[in-house]
């Protein structure tokens, strides 16, 4: 079974911008440091959903760096993700059963932090840095794939495009990018 035309197309751009972004950064990613970045973007959605639900979050940002935009911060988890298969040179596997079906978005968003976590687990063993545990863990990109499906499971809960937000999240990063590479503060 081939992947959908969209998710060929995600993976291509999130190749692309890993390039672009290795460019920028003081050391080499690897598939750890793009799991390490998955939390930190898992981090930032949480953040907005708080906010999004009425929570006062002001102890949890900083005040000169503003993330309040739903739709980016879940194009930036699938960004992070697509990251760990890039860098992982493996593809994302056809889902073979579907997810359960979550009730609202908060049960989705737990459903995705558990898929998050595999695939840090699944990262981890497949490259040296943690025990194979007992059972059967998932594939790193079956993991892929499940996170994906999870990621696409909450924008449909949330009612968010997840395809134009990652659009979006990718025209914004070409335009961080050629500030930071053709602006004096990357390597150009």
Known sequence: MMLPDYLHSMLDEAHRLRQRFARTAPQQWTVMTAATELSVQLGHLALCMLRGRGH???DMEDPERPI????DELADVVLAVLSIAVLANTVPTPLATPAATPLNADDAFFRLLVAAGELSEAALVEHGYRHRPTGTPRPLA???TNVLAACDTLATRLGIDLGDEFDAMVVSADAFLDDRLE???GVS
């Not at 309040?68 to 739709?71: D, E, H, I, S």
């Open 56 to 58: 006062d979050v002001s």
């Open 68 to 71: 309040t935009n739903l739709g």
């Open 142 to 144: 079956d993991a892929v």
């Open 183 to 185: 602006g004096g503060d």
